[in-house]
Structure formats: C-alpha cells, structure tokens
C-alpha cells in the first residue's frame, strides 16, 4: 500500500508538470491551429535562467521572476518573428517553423548557458514528508499546489474576464471574433505570452526535482503533446486529466512493470485510447461539412 | 525538346545527370560520403513525401521504419545467418507487415491524432530497440556486417555513393509511376477532400493503407542502407529526432514534390556539415535558416522557386 502511495505521488509529480506543458500547447492551439513545438524549450529556458540568474547572485524569487518575465518576452517574440510572418501557411508548414524555434532555441541556449545538467534547491528543503509509509518531497506538494492554483486562475481568468471571452471567441470563430471588434492578433500574442509564462513555471518547479539542461525541452514537448491529444485537442480539463494520466501511467508502470518500459506503456495506452476513442478523452469529434 | 520536358520522367533524368556529374567535382572521399547520405536519405524522404504530400498523412513515426531496416541487415547475419541482402528483403517485408498491422486501426484517425499515434509507433520501435540487447546491443548499439553479393564485398564511400544512387533513382521512378496510376490520382483525391472521394468510390481506408505499407518499405530499404553504409547502428537511428528530420526533409524540400525530397535531403544533409565550421553555433543557425526557409518558402523550397520561376516568366 505504501508503495502504490509512493507511486501515485510521483506519478502526479512528473503529471502535473506533463499537464501544464499540455495546457501550453492547448491554449496556443486554442487561440491559432498551431501545434507548438517549441513549448518545451518555454520549460527549458525557465528552469535554466533560474539557474543561472541565481548564479550570478540573484535572489531564488527575483531569478525566478526574471525567468519567467524573459520566457514571456520568447513566447512573444516566437509569435511576432517567426509564426506571424508566416500567416497563411499550411498547418505543416507552421509545425516546422515552431520546431525550427524549438532547435534554434536549444542551440542559443547551449551557447548563453553550456551543456550540463543543473539544479535548484528546493523551496522547503530536501527533509522528505512521511505519509503512510510514503515518503514525498517537500517539492512535490510545491509542484501540485502551484500546478492546480494555474490551473484555478487560468480558469478563472478565460471565464470571468472580457480578455478571456475574447480568447473563447476568437477559438470558436475567428473570423466572427474579429467581426465583433476582437482584435484576433493580439489575442494570439497573448496566447502564446501566457502558454510561454506557463511553461517556465512549469520549468522552475520542477528543477529541484528532475533536474534541467538545454535539451531538456524535447521529452516534455513530446510528452505534452501526446497528453494534449490523449485529453483532446484544444480542451483544457482534457489537457490536465491527460497530463495526470501519462504521469500516473509512467510512474506505475516504472513502478511494476519496468522502468525501462514506462514510456513504452505510457504510449501504448495512449495508442489504445485513440483507437477506442479518435477524438481524444474530452475532445469534441469533428464533423466535415461537405 | 518541349516532349521532353513535359515528360514525368523529367525528374528522373536531371537528377540522374547531376549526379553522374557531380563526382568529377568530388576533391575527396568525403564527398562520396555525404552524396551517399543524401541519396539514402531522400529514398526515405520519397517515401514519407508519398504518404504526406500526395496522400496528406503525416507520419512523426517514420523512423521506426528506418530502425527495423537498419536492425534487420545487423541482427540477420549476425545471429540468424542470412545474408545482408535477404535481410534487408526480410527487413523490408518485415517493415511492410508492421505497417499493415499498425496502420489498419492508427489510419483512421485524422490531423494531429494521427501525428501523435504514429509518433507513439515510432517511440515504441525505438524503446524496444535499445532495451533488448540481448539482440540489438542496447543503446550502444551493434556493428553491421559489410555487404557481400557474391563474393564482392561492398565497401568505399565511391562504391556506395553508385549504388545509393542507382537505388535512389529506381525510388523516384517507381514513386512517379505510382502518382500517375489510378491509385496514385485515387490519393490526390483523398488529399484533397476524403468525402468526396469516398462518395466517388475510391476505398479510402485500403488506398491509405496501401500507400503507408508502401512508405514505409522505401524508410525500411533506406534504413537497411544507413546502417550497411556506416557498419553501425544504434537506437538513435530510430529515435523522435530522425522522424521529425524526415518530416522536415519532405516538408522544406516541398509536399508533394519527388525532385523536392531529393533537394530537401540535400539541404539537411549537408546544411549540418556546412555549419560545423561554425562550431558552437551550429544548432542556432540550423534552427534559423529551417525557420527562415519556412517562413519565405513556405509551400517547400521546389514548389515556391517553380511558382516564382513561372510568375516571372509572364
């Protein structure tokens, strides 16, 4: 029983972190039709900023602020240089351009910080929690807690303030959106900011415990991406019950089966679900008019 | 001349004659060397462009393919004794069995489901590749026996880059003769809208199947290729990477387009060994100019360059 409980704590640990990488992508797609690749690199370059700000002498809280503040600027950039321009592309077309972003921002990131793997102290020491029979990391109740609390205010925010009715309408239509006076531009570029910002905290929290390192970005892109599809695509409560579970799945396959297979499960059963249900967990099955 | 140049095997002969060319210009062995890696790649690429560009099935798992050939001519002579070149058909038949009982249920899925389950596939091939080293030498892989066709051992860059060619060119007539075939018109038609063509009669589900089968039989052979070129082969030859540098290779080098897969391998092929001279900085520029590439040819660098050729041309 302690070791199901051990399991399962790191299984929403990793799942929470997979969970706020999917929201990125789903609130980008939300806003755009775009899948963007480059959502780990947002991970990376918030847990290695951190790193490196505090360093260079910075306090832990103001590293992490900066870190976040210049993900934020990145996030914006990638949509003002290289996504914009392109508009009109065919969705292909766009993907390479964010995995184009996501190469070129390793290889800067190689070059401004360096090749190794780094890590944070955590934010209540490293003494572990008991809890029956368990043993958890202060840091993970860290991770959970800040995982649901932006989960809590983005749904607040998308459902309570005119930006974030704005952001449903240009999803639902973005021609109409505009029609109404939404401006569908900025929308985007907020979509990609706030998918960017998610994606450093996502970044900073979960150092302490997984460690980082310039290419850190690429398995929790593609990790994310398939708990974004495994929810469905462009749902958020999707893209948080498909985080959980691809943690949860890992943690226990790694746990029972075999650690050297948990990706392979975890992707088994993702192949499972899509076949049983092609639309994804919370998604809606698209109807082709004709 | 202007029968000539209509013809669909146009193509075809300007490649054939650059690259019959092209080694009087070779100042060494490496040359040989990255000609030949152009040419397997742009096999696979061809193949993957048939699924993607002509079909519209995007396939993030191709790799997967690629890592049956390549383990197949490693682990056939090595511990079944066949010889290399029955392994590379066993890998290649292999590879066309997995993708008929892979691709009959994932091919229903549509967009980014498919992406995502094809990735799955492909990650799955390389777990079990460099977990069983019993068989595959786990994640530091295994050596590759050299290709031996009757008592000739096939070795040397110059050797290979003719025989990578030749297979090279084969690949882009068998695949120009399929776009014209009533199968190939019947994937344009699904490419373009799958409802209407279903309502016109074409077996979508059979057609699709039937080009994944044939993609990834072409990434088989060009695997089987890469790993008897090198004489090694590890896990990574499978990996999420190499899927997304095929993609990329169909992609920039334009959907749809043979002579664009060739030029698209081109491009990353030797585009990496151009900037190494740039040393630290080579991933950043790479990135760049792949963002650059699809930001002002964004229909794939042959498609775009034949369009402004034609606009000026008026």
Not at chain 1, 108 to 116: E, G, L, S, Y
Not at chain 2, 116 to 127: E, K, R
Not at chain 2, 136 to 162: A, E, H, I, N, Q
């Amino acid at each position: 029983m302690a070791e199901l409980l051990q399991f399962v704590f790191s299984g929403l640990t990793v799942g929470a972190i997979y969970a706020l990488v999917a929201l990125g992508f789903t609130l980008i797609y939300k806003a755009s039709d775009i899948i963007n690749f480059a959502q780990g690199e947002f991970v990376m370059l918030g847990g290695m900023i951190t790193v490196f700000a505090a360093q260079a002498g910075l306090p832990l809280p103001v590293a992490a602020l900066l870190a976040i503040f210049l993900t934020t600027a990145v996030g914006l950039a990638l949509h003002r240089f290289a996504v914009a321009p392109a508009r009109g592309a065919t969705p292909v077309a766009l993907i390479m351009i964010t995995i184009g972003a996501s190469i070129f921002l390793r290889g800067v990131a190689q070059i401004v910080f360096d090749k190794r793997f780094h890590s944070l102290p955590s934010l209540f020491g490293g003494d572990p929690i008991k809890i029956g029979g368990a043993a958890i990391l202060p840091q993970s109740l860290v991770v959970l807690a800040s995982a649901s609390i932006i989960v809590l205010v983005l749904w607040l925010f998308i459902d309570r303030t005119m930006l974030g009715k704005a952001v449903i309408a240009t999803a639902a239509n973005r021609l109409a959106a505009r029609l109404i006076g939404v401006d569908t531009r900025s929308i985007v570029d907020f979509s990609f900011a706030v998918s960017a910002a998610i994606g450093a905290i996502a970044g900073i929290l979960i150092t302490p415990i997984a460690l980082t390192s310039y290419d850190a970005g690429t398995l929790l892109a593609l990790k994310g991406f398939a708990a974004a599809m495994l929810g469905g695509i462009g749902s958020a409560p999707g893209a948080v019950v498909g985080g959980l579970m691809i943690g949860m799945i890992e943690a226990l396959s790694a746990g029972y089966i075999s650690s050297n297979y948990k990706d392979a499960v975890a992707f088994l059963i993702i192949l499972v679900v899509l076949i049983f249900i092609p639309q994804g967990l919370f998604g809606r099955a698209k109807v082709e008019r004709v | 001349m202007r029968a000539l140049l209509e013809t669909r095997l146009l193509p075809a002969i300007a490649v054939a004659a650059i690259v019959i060319v092209l080694p009087w210009f070779f100042p060494s062995m490496f040359y040989y060397r990255i000609g030949t890696l152009v040419f397997i790649y742009a096999l696979a690429v061809v193949g993957l462009n048939l699924l993607m560009g002509f079909a519209g099935q995007v396939s993030l798992g191709h790799a997967g393919f690629l890592g049956i050939g390549a383990y197949s001519v490693a682990i056939g002579p090595t511990y079944l004794g066949m010889p290399s070149w029955l392994s590379l058909f066993a890998g290649a038949a292999l590879s066309g069995i997995v993708a008929f009982l892979v691709g009959r249920p994932i091919l229903r899925l549509k967009g980014h489901y498919l992406a995502v389950a094809t990735l799955g596939f492909g990650l799955l091939v390389a777990i079990v590749l460099s977990n069983e080293a019993g068989w595959t030498g786990g994640p530091d892989g295994m050596t590759v026996p050299k290709l031996t066709l009757f008592d000739w051992s096939v070795r040397g860059s110059d050797t290979w880059y003719w025989i990578a060619c030749a297979t090279c060119v084969l690949g882009f007539v068998l695949a120009l003769n399929l776009m014209h075939s009533p199968t190939g018109r019947s994937l344009q038609a699904i490419h373009d809208s799958e409802i209407a063509s279903l309502v016109l009669g074409v077996d979508v589900a059979s057609k699709k199947l039937t080009i994944f089968i044939i993609s990834a039989i072409y990434a088989s052979v060009a695997g089987s290729y890469l790993a008897l070129f090198n004489g090694h082969v590890t896990p990574d030859v499978a990996g999420f990477l190499r899927s997304i540098e095929l993609v990329a290779m169909v992609v920039l080098g334009g959907m749809g387009s043979i002579v664009g897969s060739l030029v698209g391998a081109i491009v990353l092929v030797v585009l990496p060994q151009v900037l190494t001279v740039f040393h630290e900085y080579e991933q950043a520029l790479l990135g760049l100019i792949v963002m650059v590439f699809m930001i002002f040819l964004r229909r794939g660098i042959v498609p775009s360059l034949v369009a402004m050729l034609k606009g000026w041309r008026k």
